[in-house]
């Protein structure tokens, strides 16, 4: 799959880098808009309705509405980083688009290329590495802010990397075994018959949870916790450089959303009962079908950020270290196993991770089934306070509920 990248003329590489760029600029504008829109239908609310037909130009208002903004740097921020960092979080969320297969070989002007702007032996590794840079422009713009507020939501977000990017390497482990190759394009090409998400379902729970976590989405947006950090790492961004922030958060939700899609759902291949007709594999259809499944991960996103509320810090702690990363080892012990089962003779082993996933499916029905049928404690009889004593502390105190005053006390008050 490989050896078809490299060949393109210069002028096609330009094209689909292009391509590339406009399509991350117009999701984001779409997602932003979308995700007003259902959370306020989800929230029995009208939503934006004000600028354009039914208010759909309200994302192309707020852009311009920031650009237009006052640029304000404090005083004691040390100003080239604190520049710096947002250009930092949003350039790496474009590079990580590289090696996304979008579909596969057209005719372009009468040049056959893939519709992919490049591969590498090791793309998913370089989208992991790439998309890690891009958390230090969050880091250095908590610490170079010069407040305490956003140098509280860097450090929450140094933990939430270090916690959760393990978590997403295990799962990528599990698919590298079972498709043999670290390459997208051949990832997608080992999923013609049968998607990841039947076959290594735990990594995809997994990596699914990891990715809301390394958006900062929530209810995991703990870096930018306006109820505990006033507005989090970009406390003190405005104008462009806020913007700039606000754009990195989205074109990396439809990054992961696109990795998603290209190691468990086939990447741009068309999902059943459309994968029956001959056509819908072949030409610019699969572009159609690798976007749809981008959409469904975002609305996923927009879904999460509606009904859940936001974790603790303790509990998003426990999650990562605790829940996920065993987890994540143990299926990869199975899954080298079956591998290696495979590789001597016995292809039948490979239901065996079908079953598995079925009963995951299955266990994880039944916790949400109880958590959401969980009969409520019942309260234990109040116990017996002992006795309230006003003037214990040098002047007189209310009782609180449940508190009895001494009798002398009583009668002094009767009196």
Same mark, same amino acid.
């Given at each position: ?83 710096? &960092? ?52 969050i880091v250095l713009a908590g610490w170079a802010s010069g407040s305490t507020y956003p140098l509280l939501g860097g450090l ?91 754009? &990195? ?10 990795? &998603? ?48 509320p936001r974790l603790r810090y303790d509990q998003f702690m426990n999650l990562g270290w605790k829940v996920l990363i065993p ?89």
């Amino acid at each position: 799959m490989i050896a078809g990248f490299g060949i393109d003329p210069w002028w096609l590489v330009v094209a689909k880098a292009l391509a590339v760029f406009v399509f991350l600029i117009l999701t984001p504008l779409v997602a932003i808009l979308a995700e007003r829109k259902i959370m306020a239908r989800m929230q029995m609310r009208v939503g934006p309705n004000r600028v354009g037909p039914r208010g759909i130009l309200q994302s192309l208002a707020d852009g311009v509405k920031l650009a237009l903004k006052e640029g304000i740097v404090p005083k004691g921020v040390d100003k080239p980083i604190y520049l710096l &960092a947002p250009v930092i979080a949003a350039v790496p969320a474009f590079m990580a688009f590289a090696v996304i297969p979008f579909g596969p070989e057209v005719s372009v002007l009468g040049h056959r290329t893939p519709l992919q702007l490049t591969d590498l032996p090791v793309g998913v590794l370089y989208i992991l590495a790439v998309t890690s840079v891009g958390v230090y422009g969050i880091v250095l713009a908590g610490w170079a802010s010069g407040s305490t507020y956003p140098l509280l939501g860097g450090l929450r977000s140094t933990a939430q990397v270090i916690s959760y990017e393990i978590a997403m390497g295990l799962s990528f482990t599990a698919v590298f075994l079972y498709a043999g190759t670290m390459s997208t394009s051949g990832i997608v090409a080992a999923q013609t018959g049968t998607w990841y998400i039947f076959l290594l379902f735990p990594s995809f729970l997994i990596y699914l949870t990891s990715m809301v976590g390394e958006t900062n989405r929530a209810p995991f947006d703990l870096p930018e916790a306006e109820g505990e950090l006033v507005g989090g790492f970009h406390t003190e961004y405005s104008s462009l450089n806020f913007a700039m922030f606000m754009l &990195a958060e989205y074109v990396n939700m439809v990054t992961v959303s696109a990795l &998603a899609t290209t190691l468990f759902l086939g990447g741009w291949h068309a999902p059943f009962p459309i994968s029956i007709w001959d056509g819908a594999n072949s030409g610019w259809w699969p572009v159609l079908w690798f976007t749809a499944k981008v959409w469904v991960f975002l609305f996923v996103f927009i879904w999460l950020r509606t009904t859940l509320p936001r974790l603790r810090y303790d509990q998003f702690m426990n999650l990562g270290w605790k829940v996920l990363i065993p987890l994540s080892l143990i299926w990869i012990v199975l899954v080298a196993t079956v591998r290696a089962f495979r590789l001597e003779g016995y292809g039948s082993w490979a239901s065996a991770l079908v079953v598995v996933s079925a009963i995951v499916v299955l266990l994880a029905a039944v916790f949400v089934w109880r958590r959401l049928h969980r009969e409520p404690e019942s309260s234990s009889p109040p116990t017996e306070l002992p006795p309230f004593d006003p003037m214990a502390g040098g002047f007189p105190v209310p009782p609180l509920p449940g508190q009895s005053l001494p009798t002398h006390t009583k009668e002094r008050s009767d009196a």
